[in-house]
């Protein structure tokens, strides 16, 4: 490693003026509703796009087509098979005007899942959810890059969990609807007319963001010039780099040997095999306790409530602590006694609010997991590489939760139950590992260069990122 100066840790970073602060949170404030809630709402329409198939499913299509459950479970796969080989998208963020892109993927995603709506076949009904996990691989998977680009790391834990927190919030708004569409009385079937309705958003909101997300801390066109400025320099001070439009390759290389990358993809795998097929097969496992297709609907609103409640309250939990991965290992555990409960449990009472345990337990851990990959790469480059190797191992955990459940292992589905059970059990021993790993490699630095902390970012790291010796790993 190249000699590397390690100045004294400038004043400014802990003696800000409370005047300054001041400021700085006032444009913050002014900022958040913009970045926050655009980026938020259109993952939002995005769930809803990606697990509209299980309400149509249940809504007649399965029925009108002769699905099989094998077919089932490819509709399910195809979309997450799209979006592992286009994963690597997330590199664009680190040097094209975002709103634009982000635009462009929504228009991509809003028109392929209305599209839906006309299909005729299974191979074309393939196709389009095919288009949808490639136009979404070009988005959602990139939002914890860009709000990085905003927020220092202590902050991330509440915004990452805002934006996470709009999938159960989808997935409550999608049941209730989906609840009310299908007693609507139209020409068309009430799946088709899910489709239609469930996408068009979509359209409207890649409008908006084009014209509201900013594309940088200093290019916010509803901030003066000034304001620009402290949220610029704000941001600066938290990463230790500014967003030059550039993709550094050394740090790209550079997340391909970290450790970190392949521990927290297997945690994500792990997460996503529970996570990802979630909403695609609530309403049947509802339905396989006794309620009727349209009583299911309604009911898988209430665990997303709850898990929605949970998320943004454990994510502002972790960062007062400054810790993701004991917290990890609490959800992952409670996500795993919910599946524990489904797989042992016949009485309906029991399952049901086994499935608040298993929302409330999957979710927050995911939005933690996603943080603490950007907690610590030391550089954007590096950051987008890692959420690009992060995603691509873990999308893979959803095509084997599609799998899970059968429809000749119901009405109890326990094979896929169990399996559900241990893989969150496995997730949370290996955060367990790697917070041992972070905490060992902080002393070790500790020990060798003298004292850090989070709130210290070296300014070379976009030659260094994180093997500068001077930062210190989030827990």
Known sequence: MPEVHMPEKPEVMHNETSQNKRKASSQEARLEPYSASSLGVLYLVSYIDRGNVGNAYTAGMGKAWGITSDQYSWIVTILYIGYIVFHWLILVWTFVPLPLWTALMALGWGSMSMIQAATTSFEGIMALRFLIGAFEAGYVPAVALYLTFFYHRQEMGLRYGLFISFSPLASCFASALAYGLTHAKTSIENWQLLFLVEGAPTIFLAVVAYFYLPAAPSMCRFLTARENEIISQRAIKGRGEKRDGKLHFKQVFAAF??????????????????????????????????????????LSACPYLTAYVICVSASFLSDKLRMRGPLIVFFCSAG?????????????????????LVCAGVFPAVALTFTWVTDNQGSASKRGAGLAIFGMFGQCGPILGARLFPKKDGPWYSKGMWVCAGILFAAAGVACILSLCLRMQNKRRDRKHGKSDLDYVPAEVHDLGDAHPMYRYVL
């Open 257 to 298: 040997y970290d450790y970190k990358n392949y521990l927290q993809a297997m945690i994500i795998f792990c997460l996503n095999t529970a996570f990802g097929s979630l909403p695609a097969y609530l309403p049947t496992i509802l339905t396989s306790m006794g309620y009727t297709s349209i009583n299911a609907q309604g």
């Open 336 to 356: 795993a006694v919910g599946y524990i409960l489904l797989a042992t449990i016949h009485t309906t009472g029991v399952r049901y609010f086994a499935t608040f």
